[in-house]
């Protein structure tokens, strides 16, 4: 039996992904002691993969090397299994390959069987997935928000912080939200409902985030040059919770804040966070974020690219700015 996967020939120069992964078709192997396969139905496309593609070595986990499968989260059917816990036609998530069928190590890959009654099983990669665990993680935990403080939420209109913004609401905090175009702010404002958003790519933004009048926790997911802007308006003992950096992702730059003496100043705590770090808690979260979920209160958006052949394409609207909510990618199975 032969699979088509993505392979990394080379490590990509800001978003020319076509010229460093190729589709490529080759046999699968025998599975060995512990290990899964998955038909793949779906892939989860994640900015914070971008950072696997670099020689980065000092990065939350190092690059994946040349000439593997391009790595990232994907859900599917077992259709084969020499793993504890796994029988075929079980539904399953796990850290698999950009790819028809994925061949991992169930504990090594993190593969988890997932509930089959869940009415769209794409929220195993939003709400009641790992976007959702950072999410609530993030606002919650790490940003320590308190019911009645003002939440900022930067990319705000991605999968994780339009998650962000609803659980801020959900936690009774006023949410408000940074975003770049206008269709991304009417949706957040008229569909989402937050008491305000910024528009980066709009007239003066530092006088937009004025309007708010100060905020006391800034979940971040950009950093680059708008943390300067967000620093000089945090409110005194703030929390700035670190979750992404996507303007250095493809840019080769690192965020080197020029307001930093504002973290002295204000009194500021700022912290990074990442979803291993709390993934023995993905139960507990899960079964929040089920019940907001399944009562309508948490939404997600999905931007659906299909096909196997057209995964760069969706990857690279990450860092363009070209989706709302969750981009992935739907095999034909």
């Not at 709009?202 to 620093?231: C, H, I, M, R, T």
């Amino acid at each position: 039996m032969t699979n088509r996967f993505w392979r990394i020939d080379r490590r990509p120069e800001g978003t020319d992904f076509a010229s460093a992964l190729t589709l490529v078709e080759a046999p699968l192997a025998p599975l060995a002691e512990g290990e899964i396969r998955i038909r793949n139905s779906h892939l989860s496309m994640d900015a914070g993969t971008r950072m696997w593609l670099t020689a980065r070595e000092d990065g939350y986990q190092p690059p994946l090397p040349l000439g593997i499968a391009m790595t990232g989260l994907v859900l599917g059917e077992v259709v084969e299994s020499r793993a504890a816990g796994f029988a075929p036609g079980d539904l399953v998530r796990a850290f698999g390959q950009w790819a028809d069928v994925s061949t991992v190590d169930a504990v090594m890959s993190g593969a988890i069987v997932l509930d089959p009654s869940v009415a769209d099983r794409r929220a195993w990669f939003g709400p009641l997935g790992m976007n959702g665990w950072t999410a609530l993680w993030g606002v919650e935990q790490t940003g320590a928000a308190k019911p009645g403080e003002r939440v900022l939420v930067s990319a705000a209109a991605g999968a994780t912080g339009i998650l962000a913004v609803q659980i801020a609401k959900l936690l009774g905090c006023e949410a408000w939200g940074i975003v770049g175009g206008d269709s991304k702010w009417r949706y957040l404002k008229h569909e989402i409902g937050v008491t305000g958003v910024v528009d980066y790519k709009g007239s003066n933004p530092g006088a937009q985030l004025d309007v708010a009048g100060g905020f006391d926790v800034y979940f971040d997911n950009v950093g680059g040059p708008l943390l300067d802007q967000v620093l000089t308006r945090m409110n005194h003992y703030g929390r700035i919770a670190v979750c992404g950096l996507v303007a250095d992702y493809t840019s080769g730059t690192r965020t080197a804040p020029r307001e930093f003496d504002q973290v002295l100043m204000r009194r500021l705590r700022i912290e990074g966070f990442f979803s291993p770090d709390f993934m023995h808690e993905g139960p507990a979260l899960t079964a929040r974020l089920r019940a907001w979920h399944e009562a309508g209160e948490l939404v997600m958006p999905y931007d659906v690219t299909r096909g196997l052949k057209n995964a760069l394409t969706a990857y690279a609207k990450l860092f363009t700015g070209a989706n709302i909510g969750k981009v992935i990618v739907e095999l034909d199975t």
